[in-house]
């Protein structure tokens, strides 16, 4: 008889879980008011669901043309936001039979362009994304117009495509993965990555994708099962590359871990080479033509920051912003802010998590994590050549999120980061636990520790549940 403690398969329990409170956390979520000023990708997702791509310029502006019922859908909540009202279910209901107004057209502008006055502050980098993370909402949409729906039934249509596509993504990824399930698991089941997966920001297509790439690499390298990486695999590495690139470009530097795959599964190392090196090329490329075609929509957001004199710095002064990187890190209030906001910061409406409970992840969670990480394994030996390189790769990435910040969000010549948020490192958190991974601890996880780490995945997330549903944030 099968013992059905030992035989729960993570990812069947992350399907469960993630689809119970990524329902919870849609619903529970204020309209337009999730991570990543979420009225912005709405208007995106919409602008795309009419068959367009490139922002819209109208005076000296850039953003895109939406209904007017969807314009009049975010003013209402983003003026019940900054009065502070908690928004209630009488608000939503309200809503549900507003008309969309679509031959009514309103100009948003999420960013500008030159000429602009000195003093302006109000920019967003949304306005340079690709439609890739917008392609599942943005159909739903289309559906929800063609069957008339009210624009705050639309925002939520579009918020369901993108969770079916990040459960489907998570799902595969630690199906897929051939070591580390379970802390993709616990990965993946923290409030802030739900939230976000559960929202219509870009993020929830990032951290799908970028855990599922992770785990394709991990596949390829240690699967016994494929002996070499043939035009098939070259290919889902090709697609998915692509994908990444365009969905945000720091995260294309995950394809360093090409480097974890034995040589031999290339014939020799020369073709493994030539393989990566068209890879590589062909895939940035295409990322830096978009880049290049929509930057000059883009300003930074803040004031006394420019972008060609924080690079002139940087590349002058390469230690120093090593340096700089270091003291950041070393901040304690930017620290606190990066792990509250790694775990369940829900910063779109200015709704935290309570102390306690961001005391409980910021000892347990992590302690955990790392226990996990050293007892989740498989028969599979990952060696200290291929745990250098995914190191390496992490550092990159981190690096690159980090100059990305200091570029855009950053007065010239600062000694610390601004801006930086913890959701940002969730896409390549797995990497940092991989270095742990080890065979020489003997313990079963599924004598029961499996429903340990279920049991704290469940708590946590239905307290923060709660919270989103009550607004009681001092508890």
Not at 305 to 326: D, G
Request: charged share 10%.
């Amino acid at each position: 008889m099968k013992n059905w403690v030992t035989d729960i398969k993570p990812q069947t329990i992350f399907l469960i879980i993630g689809l119970i409170y990524g329902l919870g956390f849609l619903l529970a979520n204020p309209p337009l008011l999730g991570v990543d000023n979420e009225g912005e990708h709405y208007d995106k997702a919409l602008y795309l669901s009419d068959g367009y791509v490139i922002p819209e310029i109208f005076d000296h502006h850039a953003g895109y043309y939406v209904p007017q019922g969807a314009y009049n859908l975010e003013v209402k909540f983003y003026t019940l936001r900054n009065m502070h009202k908690k928004i209630g279910v009488d608000d939503i209901l309200s809503s549900l039979n507003q008309p969309l107004n679509e031959s009514n057209k309103v100009f948003t502008d999420v960013d500008r362009t030159p000429p602009i006055p000195s003093t302006a502050v109000s920019f967003s980098a949304i306005i340079t994304y690709s439609p890739l993370p917008y392609l599942a909402s943005a159909f739903a949409m289309t559906i929800g117009k063609i069957l008339s729906f009210s624009p705050i039934i639309l925002m939520y249509i579009g918020r369901l495509a993108n969770l079916i596509v990040w459960l489907t993504f998570i799902y595969l990824a630690i199906r897929i993965t051939p070591v580390h399930k379970w802390v993709l698991l616990m990965l993946s089941l923290m409030p802030m990555t739900i939230l976000a997966g559960s929202s219509l920001s870009a993020d929830s297509f990032a951290i799908a994708l970028s855990f599922l790439v992770i785990a394709i690499f991990l596949n390829f390298a240690f699967n016994n099962n494929i002996k070499n990486i043939e035009t098939k695999e070259i290919g889902i590495l090709f697609i998915l590359m692509i994908m990444l690139a365009l969905s945000k470009q720091t995260y294309f530097f995950l394809i360093f871990l090409f480097f974890i795959i034995p040589t031999n599964k290339f014939v020799n190392r020369n073709r493994m080479f030539i393989i990566f090196i068209i890879l590589f090329l062909s895939t940035f490329l295409i990322s830096i033509y978009w880049n290049m075609d929509v930057n000059r929509f883009y300003l930074p957001t803040f004031l006394h920051v420019s972008i060609p004199l924080q690079t002139s710095f940087i590349e002058s002064n390469p230690l120093n912003f090593i340096n700089i990187i270091i003291n950041t890190i070393l901040t304690k209030n930017i620290v606190l802010s990066i792990i509250t906001s790694f775990i369940g910061d829900f910063r779109g409406y200015t709704i935290y998590l309570p102390n306690w409970l961001i005391t409980f992840y910021f000892i347990l969670y992590p302690s955990m994590l790392t226990l996990t990480a050293l007892l989740d394994k498989s028969d599979i030996i990952v060696d200290i050549k291929q745990k250098l390189i995914i190191l390496i790769t992490f550092i990159t990435v981190f690096v690159l999120i980090c100059i990305s910040m200091y570029l855009t969000g950053t007065p010239v010549g600062q000694n610390t980061i601004n801006n930086i948020v913890g959701r940002y490192f969730i896409p390549i958190a797995p990497l940092l636990f991989l270095v742990l991974y080890n065979n020489k601890i003997k313990f079963n996880i599924g004598k029961g520790y499996n429903l340990i780490i279920i049991s704290v995945i469940i708590f946590s997330l239905t307290i923060a549940l709660y919270l989103l549903v009550t607004g009681n944030f001092n508890l």
